[in-house]
């Protein structure tokens, strides 16, 4: 959905803001009647929520037409960091759904509403893991599996995965992140762009 058409052609107003690899942005509502949504244009984001006693819990790895909502207003604050170069759009709510918008815009922003809700569910599947090692292996599995390509015996990424991303959504420490990574053999470096698959076995 080319969202910046859709909202000139609507006459809605609304922000668009870059984000560079590794930049962060806080969202906190302030107005309990008007809420504020985020959509991502392009690129990869990672979503978390931070309490008030800073305990963070990871909610979704997020790109193109992803959409961010927040319902209500909490002692909580939600932090979007690029994974690497993206654009994303700030609005009001009300200002989205005031609007009289044809039939197919609004099948058009279901649609990205319920791809939103299901790489919520992914990461939430993957944080029910108990095991650290399953649940951090799992988390670099679906993120080569969602934005890898195959170059002969490789996955590789168009960005580089850092440790620190998958302590913060995997809600691990970075210590536990260092030693699983070594056990495994993927990388010694600070930050993954592909995976070897040459002996890889299906069990």
Request: proline share 0%.
């Amino acid at each position: 959905m080319n969202w910046i058409i859709f909202f000139t052609r609507q006459e809605i107003t609304y922000q668009v803001y870059k984000l560079n690899e590794g930049d962060s942005i806080i969202l906190k509502n302030k107005e309990e009647k008007n809420l504020e949504i985020v959509i991502i244009l392009t690129g990869i984001i990672s979503l978390a929520k931070i309490f008030c006693n800073k305990e963070i819990l990871p909610l979704a790895i997020l790109n193109k037409n992803d959409i961010v909502h927040q319902r209500t207003i909490d002692q909580t604050n939600y932090q979007i960091t690029a994974l690497k170069s993206s654009y994303i759009i700030k609005l009001k709510e009300e200002n989205l759904y005031k609007a009289k918008i044809k039939i197919e815009y609004k099948i058009n922003i279901i649609k990205c509403y319920q791809q939103t809700i299901k790489k919520y569910e992914e990461i939430i599947s993957i944080i029910n893991q108990t095991n650290k090692t399953k649940r951090i292996i799992l988390f670099i599995l679906l993120i080569f599996w969602r934005f890898g390509n195959i170059d002969e015996y490789k996955i590789i990424i168009s960005f580089k995965l850092r440790k620190n991303y998958i302590s913060t959504m995997t809600a691990t420490s970075i210590n536990t992140v260092n030693k699983i990574i070594k056990k495994i053999c993927l990388d010694k470096q600070t930050a993954i762009n592909f995976i070897k698959i040459k002996k890889l076995k299906l069990i």
